[in-house]
């Protein structure tokens, strides 16, 4: 019971120069529960990040539960002992998924029995009250049971160790209570569980009976709750916050809000019965509120209530249904740029440039507006300083922590000097210090200034300083008063009591059924077996809810689909490289009936097409350079007379050789014409045994005798499409992850790099053989083309080649960071291989040096072999062996590869 | 005056965005550089290193000159190999050619008993067999005609034919591929690089926030354009500098400005191409897919890589609808064929024309997206 379950000593975490955690030291007996609190970028999140084992441990020594981290064996006996949700709303759940596939997914990553899953999980669902809407996808929660779902997903393997990163912000307090009662009982039925908790409200901390203070990257403080609370005369957690950070505390005057002057009537911003509907959901229902001038008005309800519809509708984001909105006196019109002028938003989430650093986003923004250079560049600076935001000016605004960006969001909401300033959860995840603050601005902006402000607010303390406020739910405004007022009318001892009373009093009057109380399940506390190694369990799981995902997303398949199809029409027809009706002019300076008999076997030929004849040298140079013409043929003047004097006349053949391809398949046409025409000649001569020809050549056209395009193309084609789709089906599947976060998932749970890839990379393979399907059949019935081989040798060939064409779109997915990149970098890689280096256009047997290497290293070239084997030449494994033991070889290095370059943890 | 600002400030973000994706960049630098020199010093079009195996049943002299008349580049020396593996050596796709002399040919030859010789040729290589086969029977043709004239003077024929090719006179097919891979690179970066940049705003939530910001969907719209494509024109320049000017040797007889400033132009079209097929995904993976069955066309069916002029009809006229078409054509006629714009104006109306209607229906569907 008293072994450490956590013990840290000399840990530092540095990303760049910038110094994220410095010489950390603690240890936490098992079985406690400890509160971590520190203001916005104080480390919190990465302490956390590498007891979760999310980051690589980069200095000093970190033992969880009873070994070190660093340690291999450990670290992976430790994925079915730890459970870590990371910071942000629902970030780690697939929002395709449902409920239950969501825990499912997590149930079967560790390992879980069905029966022990089905029984976690229906107790999980019942004590979370999320029963009922067990089908429902992830994406469409609320915040609330966003962050439900994901203590459910956390806790249904039963961890020993349960880290949260700031859980309840952006929960409303009626969610945030109910969140910690489940948690509370979790802990009374598993005692031996450790929890450690960062958090943003203080009274969230005081409950536990442990705390650590972090401040810049050093641990501040560490201990006993109570003991640590009680260094200060008020007791309370924030002062001895304030007291253990020393000297580098700002003593700040508490907030004093002078009150509002009555005498200003104006309504700035009015809503009248404003009603919304998404389909048959109606999000806002006859909202009606007018706010005057200078007023600070607050939003308070549930998650998923209405307050973020509503606010987008003020701002032209959302057209309404029905009613009216009006901004300063004017309807809300989204084309109306000059109000646009006059308001400042804020979303709820980070929607600033990631890439640009925190100065350079509000001078973006600055310049936006139309701040002239050096007033914009003075109150940039301004308000770097007025929001702390002075170190972090040159840092990448994506790279701050989730506090520090929402300080430079409101700072650019407030760049212009705004009016109207309408604020979604502004202060959401910035710690109370920093709140104060920007209160604090709120208030001069509001009094002096005379700016109006709509805000919505989870924050109780916040809300009472508004001048007035309006509760919502479900769409519906139940209350609308100021704050003295709601406390009196719902009889609550504070306004957070009058708040949670008035929600229960709402959702029963909707939700008749009440809350369901079952008991947690109290199986053994074993911890479930995990395998270590590969498991084709988890990598069924993992396989299961990629194609669950692609099915609920027909768009994508259907383009996968049709997209293949479309291009092998397109393809079969297009490509060929027959040059037939080449555009061709006689310069005939000779008008004799010798040459015009020379030219009529080039206007009988199928391959040449006549166009104008050419008067003159330059207009011969002109049409070429035009390339209207590809080739002009020049009789010189005196050509009958010459042929018939035997002084060999010279005919001159001028090509277009801007595209040599067709200029050296002319030469050659215009050479046969020219022999036909000596042919001719000599016959119509009267010695025509001169030049009989002394021998025969017989050529044979072999496998395709009509020399049709589409019987070598069609085949062809087929390398390049499964090139193209399956690796871009791929390419994002891991990078996906990555940019929307439930790559964490992959970092905490026993899942193995190979798992993982695999996993994803079969429903694409499946798709992809329904493409090989489609397409054989299109070149068989569609184009005709003959199937002379082994049907088995194309289906194992193309089995192979898809493995390996979906292995290349996720190596390149494991490496890059960006979608875009992955995007650009499958399609940039993809097609110098197959198109000029595959044989699909010029026989590989002629390229050399690194195109021939190319082309033997890419895959596209092997199954050219095979499908046009298969089709053609009527070849079977036999004969293809080495193309298919080819093909394998590439999906092995490939998939390699990808394991290699994909990191199970952070740096 | 502003809105000029705006689209510039907006610009210089994209670009910012750009910089920090340093995969993204090196992509870039390989899609300008190896993927433009490799395909360009390394595959020919036409008949090049063509290989061919010979089965001589006869061993005479005559059937050693012909084997010995097949020379490179256009050959490789011919493989003698037994007359039961013709059928496995084509098979293979070891050799494209295989000729057989029969038994006796010399003697038949000279009792002028018109022997024949059977050259078999695997018509699955697209761009050899065809083009391949006539290369050796006029070889062959030229051969026996001069063995059968020996000692006596040569036999003359009534008309001589001199072919020439202009503007590019050795026919080098590695100048066409390195400016074909170039405008096939451009295409896939123009198309990609803006919609995904679009979709990713839209995915990250910043695209609301621009729209609550006084500025208006063209000024988003033209900002992305903008910027893109001055990444993507100075990309070219270097490339068109460095790789195929210096490395390759390609002497460039037109105007690299005027290349350029088509460039703009087509870049123009191509990105306004990509907003609007983001217009119709919802999600990058969609963009992705959708993007293949547009881009992969564009780059084979414009004449960069298979003749115009063999496609069916109906399909020339679509693929005169594509901008990539009207580059193409560009850029050989500009770069090879020093045209100016008096020459080239028809196509640059197309191209112009192509451009003006994908970025004003892109707008519109761009502004209805915002709406919704």
Not at chain 1, 843 to 858: H, I
Request: hydrophobic fraction near 45%; glycine fraction near 8%; charged fraction near 20%.
């Amino acid at each position: 019971m008293n072994a450490p379950a956590l013990r840290a000593e000399g840990l530092s975490h540095h990303y760049g120069a910038q110094q994220a955690l410095e010489d950390v030291a603690f240890s936490l007996p098992a079985g406690t529960r400890c509160g971590l609190i520190g203001p916005d970028g104080s480390g919190k999140s990465s302490l956390l990040g590498l007891i979760a084992g999310v980051k690589r441990l980069q200095r000093g020594q970190l033992e969880v539960l009873g070994g070190p981290i660093t340690q291999r064996r450990h670290r992976a006996s430790l994925y079915p002992r730890i459970a870590f949700m990371p910071q942000g709303l629902g970030h780690n759940l697939y929002p395709d998924l449902s409920i239950r596939e969501n825990i499912h997914f997590f149930a079967t990553l560790f390992g879980l029995s069905r029966s022990e899953r089905e029984s976690r999980m229906a107790s999980l669902l019942a004590a979370t009250d999320l029963a009922r809407f067990a089908d429902r996808p992830a994406g469409k929660l609320s915040g609330g049971m966003k962050q439900k779902l994901g203590l459910c997903c956390a806790l249904i393997h039963e961890p020993d160790l349960l880290i949260l990163d700031e859980p309840t912000t952006g929960v409303d307090p009626l969610s945030r209570r109910r969140f910690w009662e489940l948690v509370e009982r979790v802990r009374r039925e598993r005692p031996q569980l450790t929890l450690l908790v960062a958090t943003a409200y203080m009274e969230e901390a005081e409950q536990f009976e442990r705390c650590l203070m972090l401040d810049r990257g050093r641990l501040i403080a560490a201990g006993n709750t109570a003991e640590l609370a009680a260094v200060t005369s008020s007791g309370r957690l924030d002062d001895a916050f304030t007291h253990f950070q020393g000297e580098q505390a700002k003593h700040s005057e508490p907030l004093y809000i002078p009150p509002l002057a009555t005498d200003a009537g104006e309504i700035a911003i009015e809503a009248r019965d404003l009603t919304l509907r998404f389909g048959d959901f109606t999000a806002v229902d006859k909202v009606s509120f007018a706010i005057r001038r200078g007023e600070i008005f607050g939003f308070l309800g549930s998650n998923g209530c209405g307050k973020t519809t509503t606010m987008k509708v003020l701002t032209g984001l959302l057209p309404a249904s029905e009613g009216e909105a009006s901004l300063l006196g004017r309807p809300v019109d989204a084309k109306d740029l000059a109000t646009r002028k006059r308001v400042g938003f804020m979303s709820q989430s980070f929607s600033l440039y990631g890439e640009l650093s925190v100065r350079q986003n509000l001078e973006l923004h600055a310049r936006l507006f139309d701040l002239p250079a050096t007033e914009g560049r003075a109150r940039c600076q301004r308000l770097i300083e007025r929001f702390g935001l002075a170190e972090h000016a040159t840092e990448r605004a994506g790279e701050l922590p989730l506090g520090l960006r929402q300080r430079l969001s409101l700072a650019v909401a407030v760049i212009h000097g705004p009016e109207v300033l309408i604020l979604d959860e502004p202060t959401s995840g910035v710690d109370p210090a920093a709140r104060d603050d920007f209160w604090r601005l709120l208030v001069e902006l509001s009094r002096d200034q005379g700016v109006t402000i709509f805000l919505s607010t989870h924050f109780m303390n916040e809300a009472e300083r508004c001048d007035r406020i309006s509760l919502m739910h479900a769409g519906r405004v139940l209350a609308c008063d100021t704050p003295a007022a709601l406390q009196r009318q719902f009889q609550g001892d504070s306004l957070e009591a009058a708040f949670v009373r008035c929600l229960e009093q709402a959702q029963q009057s909707q939700e008749p059924e009440p809350p369901a109380r079952t008991e947690l399940p109290t199986t053994t506390p074993t911890a479930a077996q995990v395998r270590h190694g590969f498991s084709l369990r988890r990598l069924r799981a993992v396989a299961r809810r990629e194609s669950m995902e692609l099915a609920r997303d027909r768009v994508r398949l259907a383009f996968a689909l049709f997209g293949a199809l479309l291009m092998m029409v397109i393809f079969g027809y297009g490509i060929s490289l027959d040059v037939e009706n080449l555009a061709f002019a006689a310069f005939d300076q000779d008008q004799s009936p010798q040459s015009r008999a020379y030219l009529e076997a080039f206007r009988g030929s199928r391959y040449f097409e006549e166009h104008a004849p050419i008067r003159s040298n330059a207009e011969l140079h002109r049409r070429l350079q035009r390339s209207e013409i590809k080739l002009a043929l020049e009789i010189p003047p005196g050509f009958g007379r010459d042929l018939y004097a035997g002084r060999q006349p010279e005919i001159g053949a001028w090509l277009e050789g801007g595209m040599p391809f067709r200029a050296e398949t002319s030469r050659n046409y215009v050479e046969a014409v020219h022999q036909e025409n000596l042919q001719r000649m000599v016959a119509e001569s009267a010695n025509a045994s001169a030049a009989s020809p002394l021998a025969k050549l017989e050529t044979r056209f072999r496998y395709n005798q009509d020399v049709v395009s589409v019987n070598a193309i069609g085949p062809g084609v087929m390398a390049l499409i499964l090139v193209f789709i399956p690796a871009m089906l791929t390419a994002l599947g891991v990078v996906r992850e990555k940019e929307l976060g439930s790559i964490t998932n992959f970092y905490t749970t026993p899942l193995t790099r190979l798992e993982f890839l695999i996993g994803k990379q079969l429903p694409y393979i499946a798709v992809s053989l329904l493409n090989l399907a489609m397409l054989v059949a299109i070149n068989r019935w569609l184009f005709g083309v003959p199937f002379k081989g082994s049907a088995l040798a194309l289906a194992v060939g193309g089995l192979l080649y898809v493995f390996a064409t979906t292995a290349l779109g996720l190596l390149i997915s494991a490496f890059t960071r960006t979608q875009i990149a992955a995007i650009l970098g499958t399609m940039i890689v993809s097609t110098l291989p197959t198109i000029q280096f595959s044989g699909l256009i010029v026989p590989r047997a002629s390229l050399d040096g690194g195109a021939a290497l190319m082309g033997q290293l890419f895959p596209a070239g092997y199954f050219l072999d095979i499908a046009v084997g298969t089709f053609t030449k009527a070849l079977g494994l036999r004969e293809l062996w080495p193309q298919c033991l080819a093909l394998g070889a590439t999906f092995l290095i490939f998939t390699s590869a990808g394991v290699l370059l994909l990191k199970k943890q952070e740096a | 005056m502003e809105k000029l600002a705006h689209i510039f400030r907006l610009g210089l973000k994209e670009l910012t965005s750009l910089r920090h994706d340093s995969v993204l960049l090196l992509f870039m630098v390989y899609a300008f550089s190896v993927a433009i020199y490799m395909p360009a010093s390394g595959s020919v079009i036409g008949v090049h290193n063509a290989s061919v195996a010979i089965v001589d049943e006869d061993h005479s002299q005559v059937s050693r000159r012909l084997a010995e008349a097949l020379q490179p580049p256009e050959f490789q020396p011919p493989v003698p190999i037994a007359y039961e593996r013709i059928d496995q050596t084509l098979d293979d796709g070891e050799h494209t050619f295989v000729i057989d002399i029969p038994a006796g040919f010399q003697a038949d030859l000279l009792a002028g008993r018109e022997p024949a010789i059977q050259i078999n040729v695997d018509a699955t290589a697209m761009s050899q067999a065809f083009m391949g086969a006539g290369y050796i029977g006029r070889i062959f043709q030229r051969e026996l005609a001069a063995y059968g004239s020996r000692g006596q003077a040569a036999s003359q024929q009534p008309v001589a034919l001199t072919s020439r090719a202009l503007f590019n006179a050795n026919l080098e097919s590695g100048w066409f591929l390195a400016i074909i891979q170039i405008v096939n690179n451009i295409t896939i970066l123009a198309v990609l690089l803006t919609g995904t940049a679009l979709l990713r705003e839209r995915e990250h939530g910043t695209l609301d926030h621009l729209l609550v910001l006084p500025l208006t969907a063209l000024e988003i719209m033209l900002a992305k354009i903008g910027s893109n494509a001055l990444v993507v024109v100075f990309c070219t320049w270097l490339s068109l500098e460095l790789v195929v000017k210096k490395a390759l040797g390609v002497p460039l007889a037109g105007s690299i400005t005027l290349f350029l400033a088509v460039t703009a132009l087509y870049l123009f079209a191509c990105t306004a191409l990509g907003i609007f097929l983001a217009t119709l995904a919802r999600s990058i993976p969609q963009f992705g897919l959708l993007s293949i069955p547009v881009i992969i066309p564009m780059l084979l069916l414009s004449g960069g890589s298979t003749p115009m002029e063999s496609m069916p009809q109906w399909l020339q006229w679509v693929m005169h609808g594509s901008p990539s078409t009207h580059y193409v054509s560009l850029s050989t006629a500009i770069l090879f064929r020093d045209a100016g714009p008096s020459v080239v104006w028809m196509n640059l109306a197309a191209l112009t024309a192509i451009g003006l209607a994908f970025f004003f229906v892109a707008l519109a569907r761009f502004r209805r997206s915002l709406a919704a």
